[in-house]
């Protein structure tokens, strides 16, 4: 996902019908459920509803009741922010621009807008989600006539809070990992989530542990790639699942020496400071791994990269059930659209697009998670300890 910081609510005042239109446009075009609206009715009604409304905020909610009809779990609107916020100046994609006039004042030599010759002087008219989500369609009006240029997307730095951290502790022959979500952080390409996780995993095997509990029951998403990373050794070099988005053709995820691909592009490694990758022995030692309600996104493609693994089983309740690749649009006003766009494919090719369900359900409450009343650990260590590989030590 990228994270989007331009509020163009300064750049574009948008009819409010003509933003409705635009978003379900858009809906249509790019959400892996689109063929399960009813689209002729639903545009009929929503432009009923939006008859009086004098503000794109007047629509939000008939969007967001679209957005409903999904079902998915994945999709949903985040507003822009407030007038007041807005009519700060700002910069964006190197456009430093006055908010009062929408003028650009400056534009940063080799910055995004350069590239793509938007120039000082130049007034924008028009802003417009690209369809790829990576992308803004800029409409600028300079001497002659208007032109709209398609302007890369910055993607902002935010680190990892503590509380972002994977945490990690060793039960007796067992080692225990915890991953957190991570929403919000960027933490790519080199990951500090991923290296913490991996430091854990080599103190571990350094101490004799002869299996894994892999916890992802606070997992509630965010960047999936440092957490596929992090987790990397377990799972094991080679494809660890794909993305496929509507009508096209799955993108494999691949885990290999320390770092995680999708397709040809390196989206999250180990920090180049940190050593070699962890490696588990062969055979392979046997893994539990945890879930939950709040096991969410992200960190159910965490969980879904385990599946076709020899020697693996889930504990506790079943997920979220917000699986699928989302892509985040910047709409005209500087509200955000988050809509799921894809699904997942675990390595053996099964599509997964449905909570998931654990091998062994066993109770639990928030407050038992990594206590000494934590059932569900219990009950997953002393599965640990019947396995072959750990009845011997």
Known sequence: MTSLLLNTSVLAQADPRTFLSTTLD??????????????????????????????????????????????????????????SAAAQPQVFAGMHIRSD?????????????????????????????????ATVGVTVKRSGPTQTVQVTLPVPTVALRADQLPQG??????????????????????????TTAQKLIRTQLKAGVCGWVVDLRTDTGGNSYPMLT??????????????????????????????????????????ATSGIPATL?????????????????????????????????????????????????????????????????D?????IDAAQLPDVTVAFTEREIGTSDDGVLNVASTWLLRQPGCQHL
Not at 170 to 193: C, F, H, M, R
Not at 250 to 259: D, E, F, N, R, W
């Open 26 to 83: 858009l809906i249509e075009h790019r959400a892996y459920r689109a063929a399960s609206i009813d689209w002729p009715t639903v545009r009929r009604q929503a432009l009923i509803q939006a008859e009086h409304a004098r503000t794109t905020s007047d629509v939000y909610p008939v969007i967001t009741a679209v957005l409903a009809q999904l079902d998915d779990h994945h999709s949903y609107l985040l507003p822009a922010p407030p007038t």
């Open 101 to 133: 006039e929408h003028t650009i004042d400056q534009v940063d030599v080799g910055s995004p807008a350069d590239h793509v010759g938007i120039k000082a002087g130049d007034v924008i008219t028009d802003v417009k989600p690209g369809l790829d989500g």
């Open 169 to 194: 502790k060793i039960l007796g022959k067992v080692g225990y990992l915890q991953l957190p979500g991570n929403d919000g952080a960027t933490d790519t390409p080199e990951s500090v989530y991923a």
């Open 230 to 271: 992090a987790l990397g050794p377990l799972y094991g070099e080679g494809l660890v699942l794909s993305n496929q988005e509507r009508g096209q053709t799955p993108v494999p995820v691949i885990y290999s020496h320390g770092a995680t691909t999708f397709g040809q592009q390196v989206l999250a490694r180990l920090k």
């Open 281 to 345: 022995p062969i055979p392979r030692p046997p893994i539990a791994v945890l879930i939950g309600p709040r096991t969410l996104s992200s960190g159910e493609y965490a969980a879904i990269a385990f599946h076709g693994l020899k020697n693996v089983r889930t504990f506790g309740l079943p997920t979220g059930g917000a699986i699928g690749y989302q892509t985040r649009f910047l709409l005209p006003d500087g509200a955000t659209l988050l809509l799921g766009t894809g699904v997942e494919l």
């Open 347 to 351: 390595r053996t090719g099964h599509v």
